[in-house]
């Protein structure tokens, strides 16, 4: 069992670790505002008709805009944002994001699209701003944080000399956690 145990820790460990690194330096960051940036483009678009705010239409908007300009759109999702009195297209992805806004000339509007810097690719990734995949990792990841955990929890717990350790860690770790939760 130990020696099992030991397999699939080491396994997972080793295998997760990128990963791993990549979320904890990402999300340590994240919360210290050191979030990355975009290089911004932005250009006026004609338009057949008036933009309305409806989702599906202004999607259409931006992936035309998009083809012409051999861009590929987010990989993200998109939704309407407000904007004062108006509204914006807001469409993230880990490569780029897009916004289309309205102008005050009705048949133009504003495309602006900010392509990410490498590090804020990354946190875009952990945002799941990703693709279908990079969720898919992410998901595998955060199920495999769960069971290197859980081993390395179950093989000290085998061990008596540890066994005693792990409680008192586990104990404190679950202090630590409800203090978060009620001074966060």
Known sequence: MQRTLISIHLWLAAFFLPVALMFAATGALYTLSIKGSYNETSR???????????????IEVVERSLAAAGVA?????????????????????????????????????????????????????HKAKGSEIAKGISVLWAVGLVVILLSGLLMA???????????????LGTLTFVAYLLLG
């Open 44 to 58: 006026s678009i004609e338009l057949t008709e008036p933009l309305r705010p409806e989702l599906g239409a202004l």
């Open 73 to 125: 759109p987010p990989s993200g999702s998109a939704g309407l944002k407000k904007a004062g009195t108006s509204f914006e297209l807001e469409w993230t992805g880990a490569e780029r994001d897009v916004l289309l806004k309205p102008t005050d000339e009705p048949l133009r509007a504003t495309l602006v699209v900010k392509e990410t810097t490498p590090w804020r690719h990354m946190v875009q990734l």
């Open 157 to 171: 717990w085998n061990v008596p000399h540890y066994r005693r350790r792990a409680m008192v860690a586990g104990g």
